[in-house]
C-alpha cells in the first residue's frame, strides 16, 4: 500500500465569521484573537471543518439566514455538513483554540469581555452536542495562528508575536473590489 501524501491540495484561509467543511484533500488556516474556532474531524472518513466566530450569539436575530459570526450559528453550520455526510456526530473529535484576551481589562469590560463569552460559548455547546473535546487552547493574551490538516486531524496553533500578526494579515488579506 503507498503512503499518502501529507501535504493538502487545498488550502482554505478564513476570515472572521467564516467557516468551512471539505475533506482530506483541504488545509484550513486562520489568525484568532478574541474569536474562537472550533475544529470538528472523523477519523475513518477524513472529513472535517473549522469555524472562526467573533461573538457568542446574536443579541437580536432578525433573520432566518445562519451567520459564521455567531458561535451558535457557527456551530449549526458545521453540524448542517455533519448531517449531510451521514456519520454520527459522536465519532467527531472537536478542538477549540481562541478567546485570547487581546485588549485591555477596561476596554475588554467595556465590550462585555468578548473573549470570555466566546470561550462558554465554545464549551458549552461542546458540553451539550456532547461532542469528543480532544484539546482546548483557550484564554491568554496573544493572538493565535491555526493550521487544521483534514488528512491527519492536526492542528497546529503557535501564538503570534505582533511582527507576525503584521505579515499574516499582509499575506492573507481579502482582495478589495
Not at 23 to 50: E, N
Not at 66 to 90: N, V, W
Request: a positive charge; one cysteine or more; proline letters at 3%.
Amino acid at each position: 500500500m503507498k503512503a499518502e501524501a501529507a501535504t493538502a491540495e487545498k488550502e482554505v484561509f478564513l476570515h472572521p465569521g467564516d467557516w468551512h467543511f471539505a475533506g482530506a484533500d483541504t488545509r484550513i488556516r486562520t489568525l484568532l484573537g478574541s474569536c474562537v474556532s472550533i475544529t470538528l474531524w472523523h477519523p475513518k472518513a477524513r472529513v472535517g471543518g473549522m469555524c472562526h466566530y467573533l461573538l457568542a450569539h446574536r443579541e437580536n436575530r432578525r433573520s432566518d439566514n445562519l451567520s459564521g459570526r455567531y458561535g451558535d450559528e457557527a456551530m449549526l453550520l458545521l453540524l448542517r455538513e455533519i448531517l449531510a455526510t451521514g456519520l454520527p456526530l459522536k465519532e467527531f473529535g472537536a478542538k477549540l483554540i481562541g478567546g485570547a484576551a487581546v485588549l485591555s481589562s477596561i476596554e475588554r469590560h467595556k465590550m462585555r469581555d468578548v473573549p470570555s463569552r466566546n470561550i462558554d460559548m465554545a464549551r458549552a455547546m461542546a458540553h451539550q452536542l456532547g461532542l469528543n473535546v480532544q484539546a482546548e487552547d483557550l484564554g491568554g493574551n496573544a493572538p493565535r495562528v491555526v493550521v487544521f490538516d483534514i488528512a491527519n486531524g492536526h492542528v497546529w496553533v503557535k501564538q503570534s508575536q505582533e511582527a507576525e500578526l503584521n505579515l499574516a494579515l499582509t499575506n492573507k488579506t481579502r482582495k478589495q473590489t
